[in-house]
């Protein structure tokens, strides 16, 4: 029997048991004595005991470590993620910098034959400031990329110093720890632990996201997304969202395969599909099924629980994803951009393992279903995060403050590379 009516046909057979104490109290409402405090103390006793022991056993893990995460983050949060109210710059993303580039710190500084090597990169394209105008190379693998990049640099020209920097604007990061013991200084927008690169905010904040039928100019303009994201969430609060878990995507990775696969068993609690993507040539590259029809970011906003998988590097939905008010269920912790450190597992979102089988999954979509409240709590705090973390000033902060530390790293006096033209 599921949990929920159990536990109601269990309350309705203790209803007897509890008349004698309910009826006791109602003759206590013109009467303050000891016997009718002890009344009410044992009528709360009794109905606390009877839920905690009617719980199901296999969600205390669950909420376990959603209490500890509770602790950990009240008890750190205020000391470091907060808004400076003279900038008005949050300082959320800050230890991002100072980690990525504790490395080059810790070498000494940024050397020339550093920065050499990171020229030798395939397909890498060199930025330089000078006297505040910007200057690239020639060599832009997606030229929309490199547009949503400059959009921010070109509005920091005049609060940044002379400098110089190599940047990848491709998925993958591109300085390996193990193919390079000495680090290499790389910017890019996705990483794991294995790499050097120094992350910076995605392209996609503005313009050069991928191109899709329903986005034929690319992904961007997160600016725009704050507002319709926002009033798609104020449309469907959490009371009003579907009850069911939701994905769409391409298949770009495995990973996805048991969300899809327990989709089409259990159509009516999650609706996970795979669309085309620019590899896709018959229904065996998505799992032999038609594929499914792209949805707006905004239609996720209807349901209550939402999935996010990397894709080739990390999945630039995530942030969009918090903003519906919807529970976000992150699957892996190994891929990341500059903003999801400041995110705590159990706190502002469900962690999922990136090799959770079919009923894994099930078990953290009943885990949801038999504690809303919970669940709701967890989505509200995302959404918060996001909204007053990773506000569209908040990129433009982040850059600036990336590229002052990086540059305070360089070696040697920056000159003109004739090589580069002006943006």
Same mark, same amino acid.
């Given at each position: 029997?599921?949990f ?17 104490l309910?009826?006791?109290k109602?003759?206590?409402?013109s009467?303050i004595?000891?016997d009718?405090?002890?009344?009410e ?7 606390q ?6 719980l199901n056993?296999a ?6 470590s959603?209490?500890?995460?509770e602790?950990?983050?009240d008890?750190?949060?205020?000391k470091?993620?907060?808004r400076?109210l003279t900038?008005d710059?949050? /300082?959320c993303?800050?230890?991002?910098? !100072?980690?990525? =580039?504790?490395p ?6 940024? @050397? #020339?034959?550093?920065m050499e090597?990171a ?13 505040h105008k910007l ?9 929309f990329r490199c ?11 005049s609060?940044?110093p002379d400098?110089?920097f190599?940047l990848?604007?491709r998925?993958?990061?591109m300085a390996?720890?193990?193919l390079?013991?000495e680090?290499?200084?790389?910017f ?6 294995e790499?050097w690169?120094?992350m910076?905010?995605?392209w996609?904040f503005?313009e050069?996201?991928p191109a899709?039928d329903?986005?034929p100019?690319? /992904?961007?303009r997160w600016d725009?997304? !704050?507002?319709s =994201? ?8 959490? @009371? #009003?969202k579907?009850?069911?878990g939701?994905f769409?995507g391409s298949r770009?990775?495995?990973?996805r395969?048991?969300l899809?696969l ?9 609706d996970?599909q795979?669309?085309k993507n ?6 065996k590259?998505?799992?032999?099924a ?8 905004e239609?996720?906003?209807r349901y209550?629980y939402?999935f ?6 990390a ?7 918090f ?10 912790d190994e891929w990341?951009e500059?903003f999801?450190?400041?995110?705590k597992p159990?706190y502002?979102y469900i962690?999922l393992?990136a090799s ?11 885990f949801?279903?038999e ?5 709701g709590k967890?989505a509200?705090r995302?959404f918060n995060?996001i909204s007053?973390?990773?506000k ?8 600036r403050k ?7 790293l360089l070696?040697?006096p ?5 090589t580069?033209?002006e943006i």
């Open positions: 029997m599921h929920h009516s159990f536990f109601i046909v269990y309350l309705l057979l203790q209803i007897s048991r509890f008349g004698s309910q009826q006791h109602q003759g206590c409402s009467t004595n000891s009718c405090n002890q009344v103390s044992e009528s709360n006793n009794h109905l005991h009877e839920k905690q022991k009617y056993p969600w205390q893990p669950f909420l376990d959603i209490s500890r995460a602790q950990e983050y008890a750190v949060s205020s470091s993620c907060y400076d900038t710059c949050t /300082l993303h800050d230890n991002v910098i !100072i980690n990525d =580039l504790a080059f710190q810790d070498a000494g500084g940024i @050397s #020339k034959a550093m090597a020229s030798q990169i395939k397909r890498i394209t060199k930025y330089q400031i000078i006297n200057y690239r190379s020639e060599n832009c693998m997606f030229p547009k949503g990049i400059e959009y921010f640099l070109k509005s920091l020209l609060e940044l400098t110089e190599y990848n604007c998925d993958w990061p390996s720890r193990y390079s013991k680090p290499i200084p790389v890019s927008f996705s990483k794991t632990s790499y690169d120094i910076y905010p995605a996609t503005w050069g996201g899709l329903i986005f100019t690319g /992904l961007g725009k997304y !704050i507002t =994201l926002t009033t798609q969430a104020n449309k469907y609060p959490w @009371s #009003k579907l009850d069911k939701f769409r770009t990775s495995a990973e395969d048991p899809i327990l989709s089409r068993q259990n159509p009516d609690i999650i996970a795979f669309t620019q590899a896709w040539r018959s229904d590259d998505t799992l032999g038609q594929p499914a029809d792209e949805v707006t970011l239609h996720h906003c209550k939402l996010n998988y990397r894709g080739v590097a999945s630039f939905r995530l942030k969009h994803l903003l519906c008010g919807s529970l976000v269920i992150h699957v892996g990341k500059f999801y450190p400041g995110l159990w502002h962690p393992s959770a089988t079919q009923q894994q999954i099930l078990q953290t979509l009943e949801v279903w504690n809303k409240d919970t669940a967890i509200d995302g995060f007053e973390h990773l569209f000033k908040d990129i433009g902060c982040y850059w990336l590229l002052v530390a990086y540059t305070e070696k040697y920056i000159t003109r590379d004739y580069l033209f």
